[in-house]
């Protein structure tokens, strides 16, 4: 998995946690347990009865063991999304 997240380097990318968070931000690095370094991070939480609230984290390490799923954002498309128009349950957490 590691080669595959190489081509992710300074890439806008959202990363899925097992508790259910969405965290966009720059994957400035990673380690052989898949540990994140994300630059410029912030969380999208979501509800279904307001917009998407956006809350800046800056410099933030995900835990490898807390990666659900890991993909890379395309930023003029994710610019041209109106967030405080979107509607969403929050994502629950993954059960073992």
Request: glycine share 8%; aromatic share 4%.
């Amino acid at each position: 998995m590691s080669t595959a997240l190489e081509s992710y380097i300074n890439r806008t990318v959202a990363i899925i946690t097992s508790d259910g968070r969405m965290i966009v931000g720059t994957l400035k690095g990673f380690d052989q347990t898949i540990n994140l370094i994300l630059d410029e991070s912030h969380e999208r939480v979501f509800s279904s009865t307001q917009g998407v609230e956006q809350v800046v984290l800056g410099l933030y390490i995900v835990r490898g063991d807390n990666v659900a799923v890991i993909g890379e954002i395309d930023e003029e498309t994710d610019s041209s999304l109106d967030l405080s128009n979107i509607r969403a349950e929050p994502l629950n957490s993954v059960v073992h």
